[in-house]
């Protein structure tokens, strides 16, 4: 249920125009992460196992870089 609390952090984000700020990190990386929260919050009982594994041990730690970098710059 974290992906889904981090996917819905960056959506206020969005809803906040915080496009500078959203700029910083991989359009392609937030795309992912919305998809995963969106199967998660709607199909949790089918979610596959390997694609969770694989989001936490590669695309969450790449996002969390990339945000530690963002802070790092004071933006």
């Known amino acids: ?37 969106n199967f998660i919050a709607h199909d949790y009982d089918s979610v596959d196992d390997d694609i969770l594994e694989v989001v936490l041990r590669v695309h969450i730690p790449k996002i969390k870089e990339q945000i530690e970098k963002v802070l790092s710059q004071g933006i």
Request: proline content about 0%; hydrophobic content about 40%; glycine content about 2%.
């Open 1 to 37: 249920m974290q992906i889904v609390s981090i996917a819905e952090q960056f959506n206020k984000l969005k809803d906040e125009n915080e496009f500078e700020l959203l700029s910083k990190i991989d359009k392609r990386d937030l795309k992912g992460l919305n998809a995963v929260r």
